[in-house]
């Protein structure tokens, strides 16, 4: 680019810059002008939120928080009551939703107007609204006998090894950018013409007369196609999945398959569809849920998921490869339940009540970036260190049997070798914590911060929190290698050691050895590069098996038409509408699901969390991890890695849990701000290493 080109940018640039300001002031006026024809309506003595809120494009919690005279009649009362009476258990059993994704917990309590009851809290805990920029308080444990009731399971509800074999489904992987199909060993080249679902589901079908049940999109996004029409991703992928479909409709399920309507998801979502006419059923699924392809040919991503089948076979004889990586995961876990001992006859599902409050106090990674002038504002490099396979190195131990509540009254009166062993076991306890006054390091706890979803570590001398952690974060707090932290225990919730997951961790483990080294040690460069795919979807199993493990409330989504606005849930909340019709989502809470376990999900997801501060290598007799590293040197955590500006000589040996040079930036670079600036540095330090040969 010369001089003259790039001042005619700078100009364009500015033009930009002058429309979004228009547009922007365009917007504020509209929904000033949205705000007032609200405020009119509430002049008529029978106007109703529920009846607003679909016209408006907004939820009901939003138009009760313009106009509050408009706030239901029940929401109020059945808030008011939650407050006044004593907590009764509550039951659940709504549908089966899409999937479970092992992604960041939500928020512990919920505005009062959202929902009649909160999301992320048992549904006998009463609503709690902080104050905004506050952070959120998390749920306890009632007192007494209330309390003590949730320390059950629920009744006829366990994890049992299934009688059945799973069913193959004929798959065809699609790139919607070339129209490159490949079936079995055939390859294709349709005409998929706007790439619509519609058109995608025409082409295919044609081409593959026999009958396919699943799509795989391995490039082309289709359902971006019209994302520069939309102010969010979501609303794009809702728009494309909820498009007309001639000749078909969304699914609503089949036989032992659960599975039912659209998953909408901004990168990854899932459109499922039946035929109006006969009895098939097609899935259009993103490959992107099982590893990043980086431009792969459908070809090698076909060779990858046969190398894979090929590999899980040697474990499981009756090995199939659903879906996802979620459902793939979980099936294979119930394949390893045992046929005989304390637990032939399954795992028992946690109380709701339990289930819930795992939910709303167990976060999942630690996403934590550490700014000016907690680092240097220039930094002297950067270096990415990332743990290899890191899950897989924590399911060695579960919770399993029937939990026990540990009081603070219980826990102080016993002895110090009680105390120890409890909090090396696996419970999961609500502590008051104290930074010490000299502590110079990150911080080393979870606790809620302002947000729906938010948590953070403190880590200023003398600040004192309350919140809940897993074992081995308090065990790591109390002997940390730099100085103890001073705990409280206030409650606690404490199981036996048991080892629901090892069997099944160990087969994945072996098949991820057995493909990583097929992709080191392939001649063939296709092959390779298939079975390198293979390695990182074992990867995928066992995380998002992990993470579905969770049970999350579900969330439902669905659409009305326009002309039927009322006909909108009254507790839904709109995600976006068009001329046509209004897509919604709505809370449905837990659903009654034989496999759900958070307790185990919290477990991992704890001694992750504790293994970036410090982690033990016994055969080089070293430690590794931040808490190893001198003060000031951190500049972010990311989920299972962490970010350092000195290099460290810390052990790999190819092994789960193992740290692995990742990425490096030799020369100085100023310190990142935002999340967005970590990942820009992040990929050209691995750039970097990969250009120089270096890294294990």
């Known amino acids: ?250 699914d609503t399920g089949r036989g032992r398959d659960r599975m039912a309507g659209h998953f909408v998801h901004a990168r990854n979502p899932v459109g499922r569809y039946q035929r109006e006419s006969g009895d098939s059923h097609v899935e259009i699924r993103s490959v992107g849920e099982w590893f990043d392809t980086a431009g792969d040919d459908p070809a090698t991503v076909r060779d990858a998921f046969v190398l894979l089948w090929q590999a899980l076979r040697r474990h499981w004889n009756d090995a199939v490869i659903m879906g996802s990586p979620s459902q793939t995961g979980r099936d294979l876990w119930t394949r390893t339940i045992p046929t005989r001992g304390q637990y032939a006859d399954g795992f028992p599902v946690l109380s709701e009540e339990l289930r819930g409050l795992l939910h709303a106090t167990a976060g999942q990674g630690r996403n934590e970036l550490l700014t000016p002038p907690r680092v240097p504002e220039q930094l002297p490099q950067l270096i990415e260190y990332d743990r290899t396979f890191a899950y897989a190195k924590h399911t060695w131990k579960s919770p399993v049997g029937t939990p026990r509540r540990i009081t603070a009254h219980t826990f102080t009166a016993w002895s110090e070798k009680e105390q120890i062993r409890a909090l090396y076991g696996c419970g999961h306890w609500h502590v008051r914590v104290t930074v010490p006054d000299t502590w110079n390091h990150v911080g080393l706890l979870p606790a809620p911060a302002p947000g729906d979803r938010a948590w953070h570590y403190p880590a200023q001398p003398g600040t004192t929190f309350t919140t809940w952690a897993g074992g081995p974060e308090i065990h790591a707090a109390l002997t940390n290698p730099i100085q103890p932290w001073k705990i409280e225990i206030l409650d606690g919730i404490l199981w036996d050691d048991g080892k629901p997951l090892d069997d099944w961790a160990k087969k994945l483990k072996d098949t991820w050895t057995n493909l990583s080294a097929q992709a080191h040690y392939q001649g063939d460069a296709q092959q390779a590069r298939a079975a390198h795919l293979a390695s990182r979807a074992v990867r995928s199993i066992l995380l998002y098996g992990i993470g579905s493990f969770a049970q999350r409330p579900r969330m439902v989504t669905g659409t009305t038409p326009r002309t039927m606005e009322r006909d909108v849930p009254t507790d839904a909340e709109i995600i976006s509408f068009d001329d046509e019709s209004i897509t919604w989502q709505k809370p449905t809470g837990f659903a009654r699901d034989p496999n759900a376990h958070p307790e185990w999900a919290a477990a991992i997801w704890s001694g992750a969390r504790a293994a970036l501060l410090t982690q033990r290598h016994r055969d080089d007799n070293t430690y590794a991890g931040a808490l190893h590293t001198p003060a000031g040197t951190v500049v972010a955590f990311r989920t299972d890695a962490v970010y350092l500006t000195q290099s460290q000589n810390w052990p790999h040996h190819h092994q789960p849990g193992d740290y692995l040079l990742k990425g490096h930036l030799t020369h100085p670079v100023t310190a990142p701000t935002t999340e967005e600036e970590l990942l820009t540095l992040r990929d050209a330090g691995r750039t970097a290493l990969t250009q120089t040969g270096g890294g294990a």
């Not at 700078?10 to 922007?24: E, F, G, S």
């Not at 308080?137 to 074999?165: K, Q, V, Y």
């Not at 007369?209 to 019209?226: F, N, S």
């Open 1 to 250: 680019m010369d001089a003259q080109s790039y001042n005619t940018a700078l100009a364009d640039l500015r033009t930009v810059r002058d429309q979004i300001k228009k547009a922007r002031a365009a917007l504020t006026k509209l929904e000033a002008d949205r705000d007032k024809r609200i405020a009119q309506l509430t002049s008529y003595e029978k106007a109703k939120a529920e009846r607003i809120a679909p016209a408006a494009g907004l939820s009901v919690a939003d138009v009760v928080a313009l106009a509050p005279s408009l706030a239901p009649d029940s929401l109020t009362e059945e808030n008011t009551e939650a407050l006044a009476q004593p907590p009764t258990p509550a039951t659940h059993a709504p549908p089966k939703d899409a999937e479970s994704k092992p992604t960041a917990q939500p928020a512990a309590t919920a505005p009062a107007m959202r929902t009649a009851q909160p999301q992320a809290v048992p549904a006998d805990t009463p609503v709690v609204t902080a104050a905004p920029g506050a952070p959120r308080t998390l749920p306890s444990i009632p007192a007494g006998e209330a309390g003590d009731a949730w320390f059950a399971h629920t009744p006829g509800l366990a994890s049992t090894r299934p009688n059945f074999t799973q069913q193959a489904r004929s798959t065809v992987f699609l790139d919607t950018t070339t129209g490159i199909l490949v079936h079995r060993n055939q390859t294709h080249h349709l005409d998929l013409g706007s790439r619509s679902a519609a058109d995608i589901l025409t082409a295919v079908s044609y081409s593959v007369p026999e009958g396919v049940e699943r799509i795989y999109i391995t490039a082309g996004d289709p359902w971006h196609r019209d994302a520069d029409r939309y102010p969010y991703l979501r609303d794009a992928v809702a728009a494309w999945l909820n498009a007309p479909t001639p000749g078909w409709r969304t």
